[in-house]
């Protein structure tokens, strides 16, 4: 798959998949209905689909678009620049994002978990043990197939998080980084799809993804903690981030179905933490 990478947007851009949806949203699978154009962190599209077939059940003269992963970053500056009617990210804005007329929705958290192909002979971690691994100094499984890193580009969210884990993780990072060949995910579908498709790999992903994907990784514990667990702390707050001065009727109303409770029941089943009940007369 071929990316080009936007300096205005700050993130990788599938461009090719980007655009050929926008294409589907006026002339495609939509003609004729109302569309939402959603995209932005790929860490929440497992949830936003499942949303947008529930949705769309509901209401079959609107038409939501998922969008291929963008970035949070793409997505923020699609919905400013007016070509998303929703975007999604995975942290918080920053200073010069917070333009007038932008609103922005805590809607889900999803756990940030440590991940590797189904079948790895890989038990539960230490925080410690984690650091090792990229650091270089642990190189092979229990049963002594080795380790292969799935990593993410310095720029992305799930780097910025992982490197705050200990004292020496960044440093361990940037280690890893500099390995001739290193395997790099540069969204976070393509990330879950190495570590799904790669020997022996161990790299990072959400459970959100996992779950409601059926992806073929296993979610490891971390210092006894297991990502399923109400008390595992790591994890990611997904934001909607939208003009709510300039949303049309299919977006306003879409965007209350997340928070509903039916919403709120399907983001749970797709491996996602609702945040809050918001029910609105625009829902139904």
Known sequence: MTYASSKRWGEPLCLRGFLTCLALSICGPGQGREAVRVGGTGSASGGLQALAKAYEQRHPDHHILVLPSIG?????????????????????????????????????????????????????????????????????????????????????????????????????????????????????????????????????????????????????????????????PYFLTLTLIYRPGQCSAATRHFIAFTQSQEGHRILAKAGYRPLRVNRSKDES
Do not use: N
């Not at 380790?147 to 020496?168: C, E, N, Q, W």
């Not at 993780?169 to 995910?185: E, F, N, Q, S, T």
């Open 72 to 232: 949070s970053t793409g997505g923020i500056r699609a919905v400013i620049d007016g070509k998303l009617d929703v975007g999604c990210t995975s942290r918080t804005l920053q200073a010069e994002e917070r333009v007038p007329g932008l609103g922005e929705i805590p809607w889900a958290t999803t756990a940030f978990v440590f991940a590797t192909q189904s079948g790895t002979p890989a038990e539960g971690l230490t925080l410690s043990g984690i650091e090792d691994i990229y650091a270089g100094r642990r190189t092979q499984w229990k049963d002594g197939r080795p380790i292969r890193m799935v990593l993410r580009p310095k720029s992305d969210t799930a780097h910025a998080y992982l490197a705050g884990f200990t004292r020496g993780m960044k440093a361990a990072l940037d280690r890893a980084h500099a390995v001739p060949g290193v395997c790099m995910g540069i969204t976070d579908p393509e990330a879950v799809t190495h570590l799904e498709q790669t020997p022996g790999s161990f790299g990072t992903t959400v459970l959100g993804l996992i779950v409601s994907e059926g992806r073929r990784v296993q979610a490891l514990a971390v210092d006894g903690m297991q990502p399923s667990a109400p008390s595992y």
